[in-house]
């Protein structure tokens, strides 16, 4: 029965599916067309052009029988509207979760260039992602039987002015109540230059099995976990931020990117039309898994606030010595040993600045005896970090610290000729090995001012230690 059954399945496939496939890529060439008319005047947020573009999403969505709601929103004095379509899911249970796609219809608009008016059309830059989008919620719509998690679509407005449009619905997700319902987002900016290239995921890895989910064997993936280019912002950032597991895929910037030129013209719609495919089957997929759940990590530019803070512990132990410039005694290697915690604000993914609080205790030799000290250190330093894996990488940490002795133990002998100025003042430079929330390297000190206050003898305190780190939060 089954045999038979797959028999007749491969036969009706085989027979509609090329049908289907080029009525697809007619559907999708039509849309981006009509988006890229000169009569859209380019799209701009705002203008009128914009207004007429929202318009034809509309009624062609209506057409399809698609719920959708125009969201308004106020921009300094002007109205933009996000296009907002809901296909409800009938499951009792999951269906309150949702799934969102996302992608911007405006563009830059109508420029003047040498007193001619060009129009920055935008076919790759969204028409292509537009015109997926709406294909999505028409097949989502009918396919309505096939869903648990429900499916939101929106093509936001003002993408180009700022992430307007997308900003606004994450803080007002009508018709949701709860922005957190939504437990994926995924954004098409820019998917009409396929052309046999592989698509550019990326953010798989702020959702758990997110490698599972969007892998496939139909297209060619380049899939990276997290986005952390600043230069490919788009409309999931704010999505992002917010802790949702946010997926940017792209063709990438292959097309003439914000230049008249990027025409319908140019714009791959066999590739469209595999990439349309595509996300509808990981769509499917993603609103039927049993569990959908963030990983909890994300790039670090989608951090929030309190995330750009980190805390950790360190220790060291090594050698240490009283330098000596002039004089008529000279020092030999004693040790150090200290411990503290340090406090990192992580400015960007490769800076960050640190300032500590560090206790140390160490013994130096000279030729009337041993000196034992313990000082408290301040130490401040940039840190360079660079990624090398997933979880490992590498810093080069350099600065300055201001110490203070706490208490000193030396024999009689030396009081002659050794008094220890109570601060210091030098610099730091460490080299450490990131491996998950441990980091381990070397990290040396040099004092930078004369620690005897006393007769003969210019001292300069320095130390090489071995150092370990414990990150509490990365
Ligand atoms: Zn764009």
């Given at each position: 029965?089954?045999?038979?059954?797959?028999?007749?399945?491969?036969?009706?496939?085989?027979?509609?599916?090329?049908?289907?496939?080029?009525?697809?890529?007619?559907?999708?060439?039509?849309?981006?067309?009509?988006?890229?008319?000169?009569?859209?005047?380019?799209?701009?947020?705002?203008?009128?052009?914009?207004?007429?573009?929202?318009?034809?999403?509309?009624?062609?969505?209506?057409?399809?029988?698609?719920?959708?709601?125009?969201?308004?929103?106020?921009?300094?004095?002007?109205?933009?509207?996000?296009?907002?379509?809901?296909?409800?899911?009938?499951?009792?249970?999951?269906?309150?979760?949702?799934?969102?796609?996302?992608?911007?219809?405006?563009?830059?608009?109508?420029?003047?260039?040498?007193?001619?008016?060009?129009?920055?059309?935008?076919?790759?830059?969204?028409?292509?992602?537009?015109?997926?989008?709406?294909?999505?919620?028409?097949?989502?719509?009918?396919?309505?039987?096939?869903?648990?998690?429900?499916?939101?679509?929106?093509?936001?407005?003002?993408?180009?002015?700022?992430?307007?449009?997308?900003?606004?619905?994450?803080?007002?997700?009508?018709?949701?109540?709860?922005?957190?319902?939504?437990?994926?987002?995924?954004?098409?900016?820019?998917?009409?230059?396929?052309?046999?290239?592989?698509?550019?995921?990326s953010g798989i890895g702020m959702i758990?099995?997110g490698k599972?989910?969007?892998?496939?064997?139909?297209?060619?993936?380049?899939?990276k976990r997290f986005?952390?280019?600043?230069?490919?912002?788009?409309?999931?950032?704010?999505?992002?931020?917010?802790?949702?597991p946010?997926?940017?895929?792209?063709?990438?910037?292959?097309?003439?990117?914000?230049?008249?030129?990027?025409?319908?013209?140019?714009?791959?719609?066999?590739?469209?039309?595999?990439?349309?495919?595509?996300?509808?089957?990981?769509?499917?997929?993603?609103?039927?898994?049993?569990?959908?759940?963030?990983s909890?990590k994300s790039a670090?530019?989608?951090?929030?606030?309190?995330?750009?803070?980190?805390?950790?512990?360190?220790?060291?132990?090594?050698?240490?010595?009283?330098?000596?410039?002039?004089?008529?005694?000279?020092?030999?290697?004693?040790?150090?040993?200290?411990?503290?915690?340090?406090?990192?604000?992580?400015?960007?993914?490769?800076?960050?600045?640190?300032?500590?609080?560090?206790?140390?205790?160490?013994?130096?030799?000279?030729?009337?005896?041993?000196?034992?000290?313990?000082?408290?250190?301040?130490?401040?330093?940039?840190?360079?970090?660079?990624?090398?894996?997933e979880?490992?990488?590498?810093?080069?940490?350099?600065?300055?610290?201001?110490?203070?002795?706490?208490?000193?133990?030396?024999?009689?002998?030396?009081?002659?000729?050794?008094?220890?100025?109570?601060?210091?003042?030098?610099?730091?430079?460490?080299?450490?090995?990131?491996?998950?929330?441990?980091?381990?390297?070397?990290?040396?000190?040099?004092?930078?001012?004369?620690?005897?206050?006393?007769?003969?003898?210019?001292?300069?305190?320095?130390?090489?230690?071995?150092?370990?780190?414990?990150?509490?939060?990365?």
């Open positions: 029965m089954s045999k038979i059954r797959t028999i007749v399945c491969l036969i009706l496939c085989l027979s509609i599916s090329p049908t289907l496939k080029a009525q697809q890529t007619d559907i999708l060439r039509k849309d981006v067309f009509t988006l890229c008319s000169d009569s859209l005047e380019g799209r701009k947020a705002f203008s009128s052009g914009g207004v007429k573009a929202m318009n034809y999403i509309c009624s062609e969505l209506q057409q399809a029988d698609v719920n959708i709601y125009r969201q308004k929103f106020k921009y300094s004095n002007q109205i933009g509207c996000n296009v907002v379509a809901v296909v409800e899911s009938d499951d009792k249970e999951l269906k309150d979760e949702y799934i969102l796609i996302g992608a911007h219809y405006d563009h830059l608009g109508i420029k003047n260039k040498q007193g001619k008016t060009v129009i920055y059309n935008g076919a790759d830059d969204n028409a292509s992602g537009t015109a997926i989008l709406m294909q999505l919620a028409r097949r989502m719509q009918k396919d309505r039987h096939l869903l648990k998690r429900s499916i939101i679509l929106v093509a936001f407005d003002a993408e180009e002015e700022g992430l307007i449009g997308s900003r606004y619905f994450s803080e007002n997700p009508m018709p949701i109540s709860d922005i957190h319902q939504i437990k994926l987002m995924i954004n098409l900016d820019m998917v009409g230059w396929l052309k046999d290239d592989a698509l550019k995921i758990e099995n599972t989910l969007f892998e496939s064997d139909k297209i060619k993936i380049n899939a986005d952390h280019s600043m230069f490919t912002d788009s409309d999931f950032s704010c999505f992002a931020k917010k802790q949702i946010s997926i940017s895929i792209t063709t990438g910037t292959k097309s003439p990117y914000h230049k008249p030129e990027d025409d319908a013209e140019l714009i791959d719609y066999q590739g469209m039309n595999d990439i349309c495919n595509y996300i509808y089957d990981v769509v499917i997929k993603a609103s039927n898994e049993p569990v959908l759940k963030s909890g670090t530019r989608h951090k929030q606030k309190s995330d750009m803070v980190s805390f950790g512990l360190n220790a060291s132990i090594g050698s240490a010595r009283q330098n000596y410039h002039f004089g008529n005694v000279t020092g030999r290697n004693g040790y150090a040993f200290d411990a503290g915690l340090f406090m990192q604000y992580n400015k960007y993914r490769f800076l960050a600045f640190r300032i500590g609080a560090e206790i140390e205790r160490n013994l130096t030799k000279r030729i009337e005896g041993q000196m034992m000290m313990t000082n408290l250190y301040i130490p401040f330093s940039i840190v360079l970090q660079s990624p090398l894996q979880s490992i990488g590498l810093n080069l940490i350099f600065g300055g610290y201001f110490a203070n002795n706490l208490c000193m133990d030396m024999p009689s002998e030396m009081e002659k000729n050794v008094s220890i100025r109570p601060n210091d003042i030098g610099l730091t430079f460490s080299v450490e090995m990131r491996i998950g929330s441990f980091g381990f390297g070397v990290s040396n000190r040099y004092g930078l001012l004369n620690m005897n206050k006393g007769s003969l003898d210019r001292i300069n305190y320095s130390s090489g230690t071995f150092r370990i780190v414990y990150y509490i939060n990365r």
